[in-house]
């Protein structure tokens, strides 16, 4: 059923690239070839995987409990930010392993408590987490400016706002050589059994599900919804902020102004909706998304369809997803 | 410079006009968001509209030359969207959350779209702006006409219509039903009123509405278009219309502290006032933030908000 929604989405998004005027032939063989014709590019799409899965479990967690954290983006820069400040203080001062740890928590941390003020605003003062956390996503892109031109600054930037580069030692191991994959994506499985366990076999995963269909009867069951609120925001803010720690010590190693535009953030929130907002459904819907942004990359190279046209499709999939959702009766 | 340069009569004087010049670009919006939202139906694709008036407005200016066409063409662009929403959203009852944030990917994705493929090739063009209006005599007082009286014509509309949606709101017949479609549509649907029909009428007044805004920014505020050009400001008008307690009315406070801030911080960094710019970006969105403790205080948002009526 959400195939079809996703057929549908594909081909009403797919028109859209031909008003671009690009080449139909190419266009599709470009979208769906590309992203299996190397090691090299396969190995791209498992970094979105890794990075998209992680985000959108922690999302898909907020949707059950009627929680929509738009603010993945600002997390994930949060994160990141705080891996490579963390790794600025404690390089060549402790062992390595013990920093990658810390990198990493620090990571999680950052992510976290950046989802903690609009989990504490709602749960406190009933305001929209819609809006307080994307108003959190343009603060974070501040952030980051602010974070490149004074604590995370590397020593070889010169004018240009750029970060350090992590040395080899502090960097999560290459799986395959000669490509970008690294040990991230076990972090991602990893990440994905554990939403399963929590959103399906735990008390707390049965509270997150009793608050988001019905608020009223939740407390009457005895659960106490605003703890549940916050937790699960910090939940959700932990994973984005742990994706970022992983996409900067296992991809990227350094970052500039530039990061602030991955789009990880965005895409998730339409990765866990099209997932239906479950712990499984999420990890191939992440897998289907993976595939579609690394064709999209290659088709602006390839015939300069911008690559913006991504968003534009997945509005309309998601759009299409809920409406065929809705003549099957079912919600999201 | 420092600080002082700022806090000049001048100075003071010119932030106040500014505040009053960037305001439609929240204002519309947010009136036309307490409309839809009067009627039971959140519409979070604020931001997708303006980013798709923003473009064709700019579109359509640059092509004919004149800002009034692109901002017709940009209306246009609300009434279409304005009916998907409601299509979706009303007739079909789909969540309401889920249409709006796609109709924002939707509108983010294919207004910079638009503009890299019909403008490929064009380096940086620009549009002309809505003129300043001098109102006679006014505009000649000191401070008062400097601040409040050399606006371009949508800033004195937009004033206009704070006034003009309360009284449609509580005065009129419409009014009555779509405040009654929003707080308790049984009894509207017993009166043998159509509930998707009203609700549609409001859903469509807001995003009209939500258009003006978005073609603010390019008839009338920048010459030249960016990506996102709208820079979270569909997602602002949504929470003003919780600050202001779902009245048109109370929602000018926290609107025009946000505006006053935000302009303050863009004359601070004209003024080069030594505090980096990051700082002086993050100010308005970390003040909107502060005020929801303030202002969310004893909020009442309309019963039937976001339950789909079938």
Known sequence: ??????????GLGFSLVLLTGADPFVAINTLLVYPVSDPYNAAEVLIWFTALLIIAQGIALGIRANLWNVGAEGQFLI??????????????????????????????????????????????????EIVVTLLLNLVAVSVLWWALDGPIRGRLSAGYPLSDVIAPDYRLPILLPGTRLNAGLFFALAVALIYYLLAERTHFGYSVKAVGSNPYAAVV???RVQRVIVLTML?????AGLAGALHVMGVLYRIDAGYAETGFGYLAIAVAMLGGAHPIGVVFSSAFFSFIMIGSQAMQRAIQVPFPIVYAVVGIMLISLTAVQRTYRRTV | MGLESVFTPDALIAVFAITLRIAPTVLYASLGEVISERAGVVNLGLEGIMLLSAFTAFYF??????????????LLVGVAMGLLHAMLTVVL??????????????????????????????????????????????????????????HNVLVYIGFLLVPAVWLFLYRTRLGLLIRAAGENPKVVKAAGHSVPLIRTIAVLMGAVLASVSGAYFTTAFLRSYVTNITFGRGFIALAMVYFGNWSPVRLLVPLLIFNYVDSLQLMMQAADVGIRYYFLNMLPFIVLIAMMPVFGRNVKPPSALMKPFR
């Open chain 2, 61 to 74: 200016s640059y092509i004919t030359g004149d800002p009034l066409t692109g901002l017709g063409m940009a």
């Open chain 1, 79 to 128: 994160g990141s930010i705080m891996t490579l400040w963390t790794y600025k203080q404690l390089a060549n001062h402790l062992p390595a392993p013990l920093v990658v740890v810390a990198m990493i928590a620090a990571g999680i941390a950052g992510g976290a408590a950046w989802a903690l003020v609009p989990g504490v605003i709602r749960a406190r003062y009933g305001g929209n």
């Open chain 1, 221 to 223: 069951a005895g659960i």
């Open chain 1, 1 to 10: 059923m959400n195939a079809t929604a996703a057929a549908i989405g594909l």
């Open chain 2, 93 to 150: 009852t789909l969540n309401q959350v889920v249409v709006g944030l796609s109709i924002w990917l939707f509108g983010f994705g294919f207004s910079d779209v638009l503009y890299r493929v019909l403008f490929r090739g064009v380096p940086s063009p620009t549009v002309k702006t809505l003129p300043e209006l001098q109102i006679p005599v006014l505009s000649d007082l000191p401070v008062i006409g400097q601040v409040l009286f050399r």
């Open chain 1, 235 to 239: 939940i959700a803010g932990a994973a």
